[in-house]
């Protein structure tokens, strides 16, 4: 369920609103335990999304570091690699 909660922070180029949203989305639905509300939750949980958003833009754009900012294609290529040697899968993309 938590699989668009990932480190936003220090990559280059920087995160984007929607993967921001994404995990913020992903974050409400864990802590809700909906993956679609119900009409008469889905103002809170709306809500809840923007202002989980909202604090992780804030804290993103607050964080600071020393370290070189990472490549996004470097780490995806990274996980790639990860995945096809833990669930033995070959020609992963």
Same mark, same amino acid.
């Given at each position: 369920?938590?699989?668009?909660?990932?480190?936003?922070?220090n990559?280059?180029?920087?995160?984007?609103?929607?993967?921001?949203?994404?995990?913020?989305?992903?974050?409400?639905?864990?802590?809700?335990?909906?993956?679609?509300?119900?009409?008469v939750?889905?103002?809170?949980? /709306? *809500? #809840? !999304? +923007?202002?989980?958003?909202?604090a992780? =833009?804030?804290?993103?754009?607050?964080? $600071?570091?020393?370290?070189?900012?990472? /490549? *996004? #294609? !470097? +780490?995806?290529?990274?996980?790639?690699? =990860?995945?096809?040697?833990?669930?033995? $899968?070959?020609?992963?993309?």
């Amino acid at each position: 369920m938590c699989r668009n909660i990932r480190t936003l922070f220090n990559f280059e180029p920087p995160a984007t609103e929607e993967e921001i949203r994404a995990s913020a989305l992903q974050f409400v639905r864990k802590l809700s335990g909906f993956a679609r509300p119900a009409k008469v939750n889905q103002a809170a949980f /709306d *809500r #809840a !999304v +923007e202002e989980v958003s909202r604090a992780a =833009r804030e804290l993103l754009a607050s964080l $600071i570091t020393a370290a070189p900012p990472r /490549d *996004r #294609a !470097v +780490e995806a290529a990274k996980a790639r690699s =990860r995945a096809a040697q833990r669930y033995g $899968i070959s020609g992963l993309r």
